[in-house]
T-cell receptor
Framework: QKEVEQNSGPLSVPEGAIASLNCTYS??????FFWYRQYSGKSPELIMS????GDKEDGRFTAQLNKASQYVSLLIRDSQPSDSATYLC????????????FGTGTKLQVIP | NAGVMQNPRHLVRRRGQEARLRCSPM?????VYWYRQLPEEGLKFMVY????????ESGMPKERFSAEFPKEGPSILRIQQVVRGDSAAYFC?????????????FGPGTRLTVL
């Protein structure tokens, strides 16, 4: 069973702080990783993709990947109340047809 | 640039009726995935289809559920003889499988309520 694990939270951070969301995965051969944001009652929205070890920055978002540790994270700088949502980590499995496995998500609450 | 479309957005059925959920993938995408999400729970993979082919249905219940993606028209997820436990949000996603990765884009979902 190829798994993706996330802390369900809620993770509460004050407005303006850095929110750090973490994800571990079991498939050592995975090469593609995604972060989705899902607001309550809405569908998941792709916000970051990362394929290489290291950091990838996009605006206030930074994705970090460490394949040796099988760990991927998402940092949100200058957190805003509008960032309050559930963040889903998704990992493309190695082998087969590139099946995507989703974590159960971390609920983030940004406190004004 | 139309995204993934799903209809209906809300569907109410009585126990024992049939539910048909439709999904039109993003332009240029030929791969469709269906997921189910119960309130306050994660996404549960159901089925992966390409045009006229079911590639992976490992997440779909063996009975009452079926899916298709015909050569022409939308993908359809069909639930026969619905029960209250089928009440959930059903999301469709599509991808092109173009390198480097399998980015999936989601539709707005269909909220199914079984009375």
């Amino acid at each position: 069973q190829k798994e993706v694990e996330q802390n369900s939270g809620p993770l509460s951070v004050p407005e303006g702080a850095i929110a750090s969301l973490n994800c571990t995965y079991s498939d050592r051969g995975s090469q593609s990783f995604f972060w989705y944001r899902q607001y309550s009652g809405k569908s998941p929205e792709l916000i970051m993709s990362i394929y290489s070890n290291g950091d990838k920055e996009d605006g206030r978002f930074t994705a970090q990947l460490n394949k040796a540790s099988q760990y991927v994270s998402l940092l949100i700088r200058d957190s805003q109340p509008s960032d309050s949502a559930t963040y889903l980590c998704a990992v493309v499995n190695s082998g087969g047809y590139q099946k995507v496995t989703f974590g159960t998500g971390t609920k983030l609450q940004v406190i004004p | 640039n139309a995204g993934v479309m799903q209809n209906p957005r809300h569907l109410v059925r009585r126990r024992g009726q049939e539910a048909r959920l439709r999904c039109s993938p993003m332009k240029g995408h030929s791969h469709v995935y269906w997921y189910r999400q119960l309130p306050e729970e994660g996404l549960k993979f159901m089925v992966y289809l390409q045009k006229e082919n079911i590639i992976d249905e490992s997440g779909m219940p063996k009975e009452r559920f079926s899916a298709e993606f015909p050569k022409e028209g939308p993908s359809i997820l069909r639930i026969q003889q619905v029960v209250r436990g089928d009440s959930a949000a059903y999301f469709c996603a599509s991808s092109s499988l173009a390198p480097p990765g399998n980015e999936q884009f989601f539709g707005p979902g269909t909220r199914l309520t079984v009375l």
